[in-house]
């Protein structure tokens, strides 16, 4: 790995954790949170492969969990993090080339407008209502308590539909197959912090309670994540070349 590179680990490792740390939204229906250091896991995949992703994912997520004071999740984090940045980094930049233009556009956009419906979907049923918001560092922080009606969520859930459809039509129909990439990181991070909650409370139920706040902490991941990256490979191109 060059001097680059390695920088490049560093700073992506840095910015993980921070997102991780700097933002998280309280649920008071599941007593669980989701941050946007998936955002950033995503978005460090996408752009760099699959060593950078793993080891941003892991090591950065894993330092977050220590700084929050919740060492019980680091060990599991550092693998089950690097195993889904890892994932997303080895098959987003595999280059998959199949079927016609028209057909990657056909997929693409119903890939689209599935994560729109589950967008939309959970935050109807998990996250209306009232929420606590949280922003800052640790000992940094400030909490904001509000209301988020219903109707938010639907919009959310349009614009992702009209987003990745415009996408997909217009610049990149193969689109789909990054959403595809993060879809199966995301399903990797759940499946894992659900299985290492089951061992940690020696239950399904137990374990069961954190699931919504996990599946939309990756989807959430996904619907930011994955148009930044989308920027930054277009304003920056040689990003590219940097994929390990």
């Known amino acids: 790995m060059t001097s680059?590179?390695?920088?490049?680990?560093?700073?992506?490792?840095?910015?993980?954790?921070?997102?991780?740390?700097?933002?998280?939204?309280?649920?008071?229906?599941?007593?669980?949170?989701?941050?946007?250091?998936?955002?950033?896991?995503?978005?460090?995949?996408?752009?760099?492969?699959?060593?950078?992703?793993?080891?941003?994912?892991?090591?950065?997520?894993?330092?977050?969990?220590?700084?929050?004071?919740?060492?019980?999740?680091a060990p599991a984090t550092l693998v089950i993090k690097a195993t889904e940045g890892g994932l997303v980094g080895m098959l987003s930049n595999r280059g998959v080339r199949f079927g016609s233009r028209k057909s990657w556009r056909a997929f693409t956009i119903t890939l689209g407008l599935i994560i729109a419906a589950i967008v939309g979907y959970l935050g109807v049923t998990l996250y209306a209502g009232g929420v606590e918001l949280t922003v800052g560092l640790p000992n940094?922080?400030?909490?904001?308590?509000?209301?988020?009606?219903?109707?938010?969520?639907?919009?959310?859930?349009?614009?992702?539909?009209?987003?990745?459809?415009?996408?997909?039509?217009l610049y990149d129909p193969q689109l789909g197959w990054t959403m595809l990439s993060v879809l199966?990181?995301?399903?990797?991070?759940?499946?894992?912090?659900?299985?290492?909650?089951?061992?940690?409370?020696?239950?399904?139920?137990?374990?069961?309670?954190?699931?919504?706040a996990n599946i939309g902490q990756a989807v959430i991941g996904l619907v930011l994540g994955l148009p930044l990256s989308q920027l930054l490979l277009r304003r920056a191109p040689v990003l590219r070349r940097l994929t390990l």
């Open 4 to 73: 680059v590179r390695i920088s490049i680990a560093a700073l992506f490792t840095a910015l993980v954790a921070l997102a991780t740390m700097a933002f998280s939204v309280y649920i008071p229906a599941t007593r669980g949170y989701f941050n946007i250091g998936e955002v950033m896991v995503y978005t460090t995949a996408i752009l760099f492969g699959a060593r950078i992703g793993a080891f941003a994912g892991g090591v950065g997520s894993m330092l977050s969990d220590l700084l929050l004071g919740y060492s019980v999740y």
């Open 140 to 169: 940094l922080s400030s909490t904001i308590q509000f209301e988020v009606p219903s109707i938010f969520w639907i919009m959310v859930s349009a614009v992702v539909a009209i987003l990745v459809s415009s996408i997909g039509f």
């Open 184 to 212: 199966a990181g995301g399903t990797t991070m759940v499946l894992g912090y659900f299985a290492y909650e089951v061992y940690l409370y020696g239950g399904v139920a137990s374990a069961s309670v954190e699931l919504p």
